[in-house]
Every structure is written in C-alpha cells, then in structure tokens.
C-alpha cells in the first residue's frame, strides 16, 4: 500500500523537478532552493493551465462505483493524512460534511480534487483547511481515456497511457 497517489496537476509539477534534477544533480542539493524550484515550476503550469479540464480525460471509480467528477487540474488519493511535506491535504474537520474523519487504521482512501496551483500553495503555506473532498472508499480505479497524464505515486512521477490503474 502506498501513502499517496496523485494524477494531474501535483503529479505534472513532480514530474518535471524529477526530470530537472536527473538532468542537473548538482543543483539540487539545497532544500530551500529545492522548493523555490517546486515554486517556480508551480508558477509555470499555472499559467500554462494544461490539466483544467482532468476530468474529461480520466474515469474515476470508488468502490466500483462511477464517481462524476467536476472541473479539475487533479486528483489526490490519501492512504494517510500528511501529503506534500506533511500538509493535512484533506483538511481538518469534524466529520460533519458526510465524511468520516480520516483515521491511520480505517483502511480507508481519501480522495481529494486538485482545483488549481493557488489550493496547492495555499495547502502547502497554511495548511489543515478543507479541500474539495470527492469521496472515501476502500479502493480507487482509474481509466485514463485519451493522451497520457501524469501520476505519482510517494512523490515518484511518470506517465500513465491510455488504460486502467487501480
């Protein structure tokens, strides 16, 4: 089981810092400027806004059941509640919003839209507020329906083509 798997937008940033610095191994070995370097690629998708429309290219199901997605750039799916350097991505809350309050051992998933770089930053800054909640479940499938879109999963990024992952 993983911590955390992520398809769009977050997965798009990882992706390209992971391909920088297998590129320039040298010009990584400073945290802090590390993530001036998340931020600056943050900052470039966006304007580029690539993944608004996620939702038309990706089919989500919880629990074997179809989940209607609304207008994303991406989607996040927690194993446990710190995500991004230890950012509460699903937020705090008092399980009153129909959501359970997530716990390490409910063997459940949480799974969490990504509406834009600003949630992201602000998520990362802040921290502990209410995401855009899609859904709980014990497992999640995805189909990617058209061109590959980025994943990752623990922070490890790649394509995924056209097809299934679960």
């Known amino acids: 089981m993983n911590n955390y798997f992520g398809i769009g937008l977050d997965a798009r940033i990882s992706l390209e810092f992971h391909l920088k610095r297998e590129?320039?191994?040298?010009?990584?070995?400073?945290?802090?400027?590390n993530i001036m370097r998340y931020g600056v690629i943050s900052g470039r998708q966006f304007f580029m806004n690539k993944y608004k429309n996620l939702n038309q290219r990706v089919h989500m199901e919880c629990d074997g059941i179809p989940v209607q997605l609304p207008t994303l750039q991406g989607i996040v799916v927690l194993n446990i509640t710190s995500y991004m350097g230890g950012t509460n991505f699903w937020g705090t809350g008092k399980g009153d919003d129909g959501f359970n309050i997530p716990a390490i051992d409910d063997r459940m998933l949480e799974v969490v839209g990504v509406v834009g770089v600003p949630q992201l930053g602000i998520s990362y800054m802040i921290g502990g507020l209410q995401h855009h909640r899609l859904a709980q479940c014990r497992s999640?499938?995805?189909?990617?329906?058209?061109?590959?879109?980025?994943?990752?999963?623990?922070?490890?990024?790649?394509?995924?083509n056209r097809g299934t992952s679960r």
Request: proline share 9%; charged share 30%.
């Open 140 to 160: 999640v499938r995805f189909t990617v329906l058209g061109d590959p879109v980025p994943v990752q999963v623990d922070g490890e990024a790649g394509c995924r």
């Open 23 to 33: 590129e320039h191994p040298e010009k990584f070995h400073s945290r802090a400027k």
